[in-house]
């Protein structure tokens, strides 16, 4: 990465920037916190001004630079560059340590990633029932495009081409409408269930062992998360098992009363609570999959309760874009209103 430190020379700086082609470097601590940015722009003005380039870069950095989070979504950093008029966005933790660089030419052409998805297609989808009488649910069609359409081209836009469909009921429809995956210039293989296998079961029939962390992903979810930020948080954190949670907020319609015994302490009149519940959106590293009985009933949160129970390292990758999980005839009907607006071209 493109990084000096505060201290080093405006001409060291220069010659980080000129190795690195992309006109800026970070300026970080030790610890790689960003501490500002240094363009090829603002090494120009410094020589308008006649500032000795032996001086030390934090002196013509900006120290207010925008940058992102991990969460923050493709989309969302694009507008943010374009409203902006900047090229490159940091992507930095919590802490404000370095994750990432993030360029307008990398986020308009995805660079390929080899990693493998896998979409989980199989279930009944009862509970949208009539429609899936005769449809399977992932085939139902959030504005002009089923919703497992819209997953695969969410993956495909951040540079995924390796997919598997893990699939059941009705699982013919399926496989006749996505084939191969040519289509979509990607390459589609499909994990086929002879029973109900659960969110984790059909990873028993992968044809070979994957050698890259890799997705699993419920197929009836709209979301706008950045797969790749989840993959780079992943790979960051060292984890063997990362869970995408999403936050929800709900409003309790009720005053809420506190006690203490019988004495009154507080009321509090429609309090909003705030909580992280489970996206449906995964990250694996092969070495789990031992764990996965072959051909049995087996789901996500058993596979994490075992990897955790190894002693191994789990995370959770909080985001706030958009979700939908399409389990209701409401939530389908919602997801159908949102899709202009949030998924449309």
């Known amino acids: 990465m493109i990084l000096v430190r505060p201290d080093q020379s405006i001409l060291e700086a220069v010659r980080v920037i000129d190795k690195g082609a992309l006109r800026l470097a970070l300026v970080t601590d030790a610890a790689e916190h960003l501490l500002g940015v240094v363009t090829d722009g603002d090494v120009r003005r410094a020589l308008l001004k006649r500032v000795d380039m032996k001086e030390p870069v934090m002196t013509i950095m900006n120290i207010s630079p925008t940058f992102a989070r991990p969460a923050d979504s493709r989309e969302r950093i694009l507008a943010m560059m374009h409203a902006k008029r900047i090229e490159h966005v940091p992507i930095v933790d919590d802490e404000g340590r370095m994750m990432g660089l993030e360029t307008m030419h990398n986020l308009s052409v995805p660079a390929p990633r080899d990693n493998w998805v896998v979409l989980m297609a199989g279930g009944l989808g009862s509970r949208l029932a009539p429609l899936t009488d005769v449809i399977p649910k992932p085939l139902l069609k959030v504005g002009s495009k089923p919703i ?39 390459e589609i293989v499909y994990l086929e269930e002879n029973g109900r296998l659960g969110t984790a079961g059909s990873l028993s029939l992968f044809p070979e062992k994957p050698t890259q962390p890799f997705f699993v992903m419920n197929g009836d979810l709209l979301t706008r998360i950045n797969f790749n930020h989840v993959l780079n948080f992943h790979l960051e954190h060292q984890s063997r098992a990362t869970l995408c949670v999403r936050k929800v907020e709900q409003t309790v319609p009720y005053g809420v009363v506190r006690l203490d015994a019988h004495r009154l302490v507080t009321i509090e009149e429609k309090p909003v609570q705030e909580y992280f519940v489970n996206a449906g959106i995964y990250l694996l590293d092969p070495e789990v999959l031992p764990l996965i009985p072959p051909n049995q009933y087996f789901d996500m949160p058993t596979l994490f309760q075992a990897i955790i129970k190894q002693g191994e390292t789990t995370a959770a990758f909080p985001f706030l874009d958009y979700w939908m999980d399409i389990g209701r005839m409401g939530d389908f009907r919602q997801a159908c209103r949102d899709y202009p607006e949030v998924f449309a071209a």
């Open 148 to 186: 497992l359409e819209v997953i695969l081209e969410s993956f495909i836009s951040h540079g995924f081409h390796r997919f598997f469909l893990s699939v059941n009921y009705r699982r013919e429809m399926i496989k006749e409408y996505f084939g191969d995956g040519s289509a979509w210039g990607v």
